[in-house]
């Protein structure tokens, strides 16, 4: 039984991995634990090949991280531009982000797409380049022997599937 709740929610869309999907299409080095990049237009570039699937749940985003990210839109620096997100495992079991065993899905590796007011209306989004991915995840919030959050981090930098099982508990 999950108890507790978040206190200020907001709507947040996710880009989860699919890792199983990527390796499965060797679209994933586990030599250098990264996506494989091909150029699969012929333009010089490579592009990754990304497989992840949006879904939308609910977070509380840490204030004091926000506010400095607002004021780097208005030309103030902070010292970085990362954010915290805190999941309730209650609205992330409703979103299917529980895998077997009570590990969350959302891993290093990824993608916060935007976030939304609780009536839906668009707060921010994150265009990609650069993007926002997650950069850490723990669990939180144990109540008893039953842990209830999940705590991520989300900065402006790619990262790979990298050892996602380390991260998680």
Known sequence: MTVGGLIFPSKVTLGIL????IRSNSEYDDEFRELVVTDSDGDGIGEENR???????????????????FQAEHGQSPETRDLELTFHFRGLRAAG????????VIIIGTRLIEIKDRGGDSIIDFPDPPGM?????RPSGFLGTTRNL???TFAERRQSINE?????I
Not at 18 to 21: I, K, N, Q, R, V
Request: glycine letters at 6%.
């Open 18 to 21: 699919e890792p199983d999907l």
């Open 51 to 69: 497989r992840e699937r949006t879904v939308i749940t609910e977070a509380q985003i840490a204030t004091r991280t926000l506010d400095r990210f």
């Open 97 to 104: 982000l529980v895998a077997a065993g009570g590990r969350s």
């Open 133 to 137: 991915y997650c950069t850490g995840a």
């Open 150 to 152: 999940w705590v991520c």
């Open 164 to 168: 996602p099982a380390r991260v998680q």
